[in-house]
């Protein structure tokens, strides 16, 4: 048996891939049209006109679908694991699951609604997708450290924390130095005032995004462990 079929690992290995290539194409692509600048594009710049805006809309779209999947399957992995166990935490599993399926809207947001069309639903759902994204993954740290070693390893646990942290460092920065950002055209001004800013919120827009991909790696492990089963009853 191959080792991405057991479980449901399947679903955060898909997940990773997918991720990660929708944020890689549609940059090739739109550094191909030479629509961006070769350096320190934001995620959105690069998916800002067509045809890599049709492209990183498609597949975003998928990628929130199986964040949703994967959000949930953790959820009652968790739910499961929990059951009779000391430290257990029903209230801030489901809240996990609530900030996660919020995390996932708002990547359907940031597909949808170009920051070249509706800048402001655009940043909103980007702000959504942020937001409730670092929350998750902290949650989920923290839930990984109370249910340890039941759930998973100690290496995992310190993994994910990291990951939480390096994520919730760089937001700050991605939102902060956003305001200060004036120019918005996709081919920034290198001698203008607010480059910087924009650099360093790029920067750090792009480390949260692949901190989210990088925590979602260390599900795969958990998956193998467990299979989810429909039930159906015919009253």
Known sequence: MWWFTQGFCFLPVFLVVWSSCTFI?????????RDVDVLFPYISDTAANPPESC??????FVSACAGMATVYTRFKFVEKMSQGMIGG??????????????ACLGMCVVATFQETAVMVV??????LFFVTGVLYILLQSVISYRSFPYCTSAAVCRARLLVAVIASLAFFPTVVCAFFVKQNDLHRDTKSKDYPFHVASAVCEWMVAFSFVCFFL?????????????????R
């Open 218 to 234: 260390t599900y795969i492990d958990d998956f193998k462990r467990f299979t989810l089963q429909v039930k159906t009853e015919m």
């Open 55 to 60: 492209i990183f809309g498609l597949m975003t």
């Open 25 to 33: 194409v549609s940059y090739v692509i739109a550094l191909f049209r």
């Open 89 to 102: 935490s029903p209230r801030l599993n489901k809240t996990a699951l609530v900030l996660g399926l919020l």
């Open 122 to 127: 655009h940043d909103m759902g980007a702000l």
